[in-house]
């Protein structure tokens, strides 16, 4: 099994900048993709971004594109989520995923772990 925990949410300005953290542990963190998702209640859980195994291969929701960037310390068991310039459509609680390989990594059933979940709210 896989364990995952999110930080580093909060409340934030329209423009402002959060980093989310995603820690690890439990298994070998470097043989997994990553993906960070999206909830808003009464909608579907939303992909916002995913990063391969080895760090080389990043993908984006084209609504966080060039805002947002994830990356991955392995070391250290950990996945990030730095957002720039968010907007009041940010405004969600964001999940971190592990699963194996990155094929279809924007489907929430293909992802074998979850963390508990980060609130960001950011205000007009």
């Known amino acids: 099994q896989v364990q995952l925990a999110e930080s580093g949410g909060g409340l934030v300005q329209t423009g402002g900048s959060l980093r989310l953290s995603c820690a690890a542990s439990g298994r070998s963190f470097s043989s997994y993709g990553l993906g960070w998702f999206r909830q808003v209640p009464g909608k579907e859980r939303e992909f916002v971004a995913a990063?391969?195994?080895?760090?080389?291969?990043?993908f984006y929701a084209d609504s966080v594109k060039s805002r947002f960037t994830i990356s991955r310390d392995n070391a250290k068991n950990t996945v990030y989520l730095q957002m720039n310039s968010l907007k009041p459509e940010d405004t969600a609680v964001y999940y971190c995923?592990?699963?194996?390989?990155?094929?279809?990594?924007?489907?929430?059933?293909?992802?074998?772990?979850w963390g508990q979940g980060t609130q960001v709210t950011v205000s007009s």
């Open positions: 995923a592990a699963k194996q390989g990155l094929l279809r990594y924007q489907l929430v059933n293909r992802y074998d772990y």
């Open positions: 990063i391969s195994w080895t760090g080389s291969s990043t």
